[in-house]
């Protein structure tokens, strides 16, 4: 799908009792991604939604426990942000919203260098 944002699925198996790194990396092959990261007895896989309906038949048909699973987005066209103005603008609004919007886990962006312009270093 085309657009500005793109939505992930990150779920989450019990491992195999005894998988080793060879078992695990072709675990997630066979479910069809190579973006997966193991913590451990469980294995988060990250799948694009396009890819979902797909992972999900091979996750039931290998017999994967599914632990728990989470939808979130990411942008697929980054930007920088260069003015010194901007920054500010940016950090004052990222604290606000972070200060008035308790509820909320995560703000979704596509600044590239959103960690440089909220440790308070103004170009």
């Not at 009792?17 to 072709?26: D, L, R, S, T």
């Not at 799948?47 to 697929?76: D, H, M, N, T, Y």
């Amino acid at each position: 799908s085309s657009g500005i944002n793109a939505e992930y699925g990150d779920v989450t198996c019990e491992l195999p009792e005894g998988a080793g790194e060879e078992e695990v990396e072709e675990l997630a092959l066979q479910c069809g991604t190579e973006e997966y990261s193991v913590e451990g007895n469980t294995i988060t896989f990250t799948i694009p939604e396009e890819e979902q309906k797909g992972f999900f038949e091979e996750v039931k048909a290998l017999g994967l426990v599914i632990c728990s699973q989470e939808a979130r987005w990411e942008a697929r066209e980054m930007i920088e942000v260069k003015d010194g103005d901007t920054w500010k603008r940016i950090a004052l609004f990222m604290e606000m919203m972070e200060t008035n919007l308790e509820g909320y886990e995560r703000i979704y962006h596509n600044i590239e260098n959103i960690d440089e312009i909220l440790s308070g270093k103004y170009r």
